[in-house]
């Protein structure tokens, strides 16, 4: 989610397109601009803005649904729909800033969204189409809209979004919790009014995690304390999920994420799960964080590596609400856009993942001493028969620190991105693992997962995996991570504890991306037991994790060689 009325628009850039009705070129565009009550099925209204060319002609609309703050003038960005011949209707959720109602953030949107759809397409100025716009929070209201099934609703087009609360903002694929975005969030817009915004550390060091979200806000969150009653991924969970609605969804879907944002994965697998349904959904993925429009301080990817977001936008809208004496015409774009990084280029692709990405493993190797990059560890194209296992202790004390990444979502407090791991891999430990120099070059397009067989003291926790590409000059960039939290080796919807020294053969999901790695780097994996405070510190007792205060040591033994061949698997494209 996004922080801050300042930043609940997203876009790139405003390259116009020609269309059926666009407006005539006569000058200065007059418009009118009407502060509106929309009234919800119970009773409750919603504060919104139509901002409309002048006059009674019926037009179609953009619904743009926020809880940052609705009463502004219209941005340049939104300014240029405006100008193409659409009216902007701008609306505070429920229960935020001059709506009513109480803001129960998510589960509110469909119903909410339907009713705000259902009274535009009764206003004397609208044709009966919208189509919705909008990123992160305003993205994950177009998703709840469309599930909705509303039939005035043509069309989305939801920018760094996700579509799995679970997955997405709350815990992470391997079942720790996203802390420092979840609280940071709650900090810069729920705390108690008339409050300072407390500091980073104040909250995200706090224990028990029960009572975080008073450190956070100065009050109990509703949410935040569901949150934590339901860890694992249950019927909570799964009644919440964009993703497992799918099926339902019968609206077009085009959208819009970075690799360093925290949702490009979950981006991907609703585009991927769409697109065996109908082949007029789109995906764009570019090398960006959270907020597209910052750019990164640490690595330069070129001039071609922003899009015409604002141009794919109007094409979109005016493919699915134009005129229907206008002939139908396939949507130009290619159903997926992706950024290579490293090889800093845009490609079109027609699935995700790529069908003809080979799985290519990579062996952890070592003498038992891979212990920070001045170690001994390695990585093979096939498993050593003599090695030893690597061990370090894990002390949720001392925890590794996050240090750039796709996190979210605000980079004064936090610095995202492609930043250099040499700092965190001088670390005892953190486990280095890394090829020789690449003879040529090798392209990963895909998703990540390290197979590993590890042994551990405490009843749970975590390992981490980190993949990085190396330069000749050291520099170490991340380009992506992940996490599993040791009950949830099996699944994510059976928590079982460990028995302290049994060999466990681990998946660990370490996300998607897209890198050349160029001839003279080098790919290297990181292995540790925390991430934080990008996730929660797991206490290593076994107990609840929600309510612990008691931290542990806990003994980490990560095995690789011919009898426990430990290995990543890189999705490499010929």
Known sequence: MKFGRRRAGIGLCAAMVA??????????????????????????????????????????????????????????????????????????????????????????????????LNWIARQPWSDGQVGMIGGSYLGIAQWKAALTGNS??????????????????????????????????????????????????????????????????????????????????????????????????????????????????????????????????????????HNMSIKFKTMDFGDDSSAPIRRYQLEWFDHWMKPPSQPAQPFAEPPVRIFVMGANKWRDEHEWPIARARSIP?????????????????????????????????????????????????????????LDQRPVEERKDVLVYSTAPLRKNIEVTGPIRLVVYASTSAPDTDFTAKLVDVFPDGYAQILTDGILRLRYRSSLEKPVVAKPGEIHQLTIDAGVTSNMFRAGHRIRIEISSSNFPRFDRNPNTGRPVADETELRVATQKIYHGHQYPSYVMLPVIP
């Open 152 to 289: 005035h609703l043509k069309a989305i087009f939801p920018v760094v979004s996700g579509s799995d609360e679970y997955r997405d903002r709350f815990y992470s694929y391997g079942g720790a919790m996203r802390l420092g975005h979840r609280l940071m969030w709650m900090a810069q817009n729920l705390r108690t009014p008339g409050t300072r915004e407390p500091k980073f550390a104040d909250y995200i060091w706090h224990l028990p995690l029960r009572t975080a979200d008073r450190a956070a806000t100065g009050h109990s969150v509703d949410f935040f304390q569901d949150t934590l009653n339901h860890p694992a991924y249950d019927a909570y969970w799964k009644n919440l999920s964009t993703r497992e609605q799918l099926d339902h969804l019968r609206v077009p879907v085009f959208a819009v994420g970075g690799w360093y944002d925290n949702f490009v994965q979950s981006d991907l697998e609703a585009f991927t799960i769409l697109s065996k349904k109908s082949a007029g959904n789109h995906i764009l993925i570019g090398p960006w964080p």
């Open 19 to 116: 269309a059926a009705w666009a407006m005539p070129n006569t000058g200065p565009l007059r418009e009118e601009r009407l502060a509106v009550k929309i009234p919800m099925h119970d009773g409750v209204m919603l504060t919104g803005f139509v901002y409309k060319p002048a006059g009674t002609l019926k037009i179609p609309t953009l619904l743009i649904r926020t809880p940052y703050g609705a009463r502004k003038d219209l941005t340049p960005n939104y300014r240029a729909f405006l100008e193409h011949g659409y009216a902007i209707v701008l609306q505070d959720v429920r229960g935020r800033y001059d709506s009513e109602g109480k803001f129960d953030p998510v589960r509110q949107e469909s119903s909410d969204g339907s009713d705000t």
């Open 362 to 418: 990579l062996y952890l190797a070592g003498k038992g001493n891979a212990n920070s990059v001045g170690g001994g560890g390695r990585l093979t194209w096939e498993p050593n028969r003599d090695d030893r296992p690597d061990q370090y202790e894990y002390d949720p004390r001392l925890p590794t620190p996050t240090t750039g990444g796709a996190i979210c979502c605000s980079p004064d407090i936090w610095q995202w991105g492609p």
